[in-house]
T-cell receptor, first 114, second 117 residues
Framework: GNSVTQMEGPVTLSEEAFLTINCTYTATGYPSLFWYVQYPGEGLQLLLKATKADDKGSNKGFEATYRKETTSFHLEKGSVQVSDSAVYFC?????????????FGGGTRLMVKP | NAGVTQTPKFQVLKTGQSMTLQCAQDMNHNSMYWYRQDPGMGLRLIYYSASEGTTDKGEVPNGYNVSRLNKREFSLRLESAAPSQTSVYFCASIRGLIAGGSTDTQYFGPGTRLTVL
């Protein structure tokens, strides 16, 4: 079956540090890949997505590149802010997923200190 | 445009009690989903409705039932709550099914935090 593995947190960084959150996946076919962010007390919001190999998704300074050869979709940001503190979820939607359901990783909590 | 709304925000139940979680979307989306979120496990799909009038089981459907009341509303019912159902429940929707998979964004509600004692 499909699965998503992402690095466990929490990840604690100082403001303006470089961020990488690793995400790898297992899926047959050609899934679409997503990063969702959950701020404290809120629901999930789409951060970025990529729908085919070598696509780069980007938003709010975050980037992730769909690497089919390494089955990865790592999230990066060059300079984090305190306001980026949240839980980040990597997810995939594969063609054979019933109802186009999303398969989520376990989430990575990011804490950014001033 | 409120997006996806859920009620209630918080609920405490005793073992064996029943309750219904409500979800509504105003984006004219065809497909709706119920997920539960447990620490370290991401979100897991409970049930989904591909379109009005249809519902199907997801990964963890045991102990739950759903109703797609109309295109806007999708409710989740716990008939006899158990402590293992303590979780945060999220409703989501997308524009609609596309054959072969979807690149659509799922839009999530704010969640319902449920505690079963």
């Amino acid at each position: 079956g499909n699965s998503v593995t992402q690095m466990e947190g929490p990840v604690t960084l100082s403001e303006e540090a470089f961020l990488t959150i690793n995400c790898t996946y297992t899926a047959t076919g050609y899934p679409s890949l997503f990063w969702y962010v959950q701020y404290p007390g809120e629901g999930l919001q789409l951060l970025l997505k990529a729908t085919k190999a070598d696509d780069k998704g980007s938003n709010k300074g975050f980037e992730a590149t769909y690497r089919k050869e390494t089955t990865s979709f790592h999230l990066e940001k060059g300079s984090v802010q305190v306001s980026d503190s949240a839980v980040y979820f990597c997810a995939l939607s594969a063609p054979q997923n019933a109802g186009n359901m999303l398969t989520f990783g376990g989430g990575t909590r990011l804490m950014v200190k001033p | 445009n409120a997006g996806v709304t859920q009620t209630p925000k918080f609920q405490v139940l005793k073992t064996g009690q029943s309750m219904t979680l409500q979800c509504a979307q105003d984006m004219n989306h065809n497909s709706m989903y119920w997920y539960r979120q447990d620490p370290g496990m991401g979100l897991r799909l409970i049930y989904y409705s591909a379109s009005e009038g249809t519902t199907d089981k997801g990964e963890v459907p045991n102990g739950y039932n759903v109703s797609r009341l109309n295109k806007r509303e999708f409710s989740l019912r716990l008939e006899s709550a158990a402590p293992s159902q303590t979780s945060v429940y999220f409703c989501a929707s997308i524009r609609g099914l596309i054959a072969g998979g979807s690149t659509d964004t799922q839009y999530f509600g704010p969640g319902t935090r449920l505690t079963v004692l």
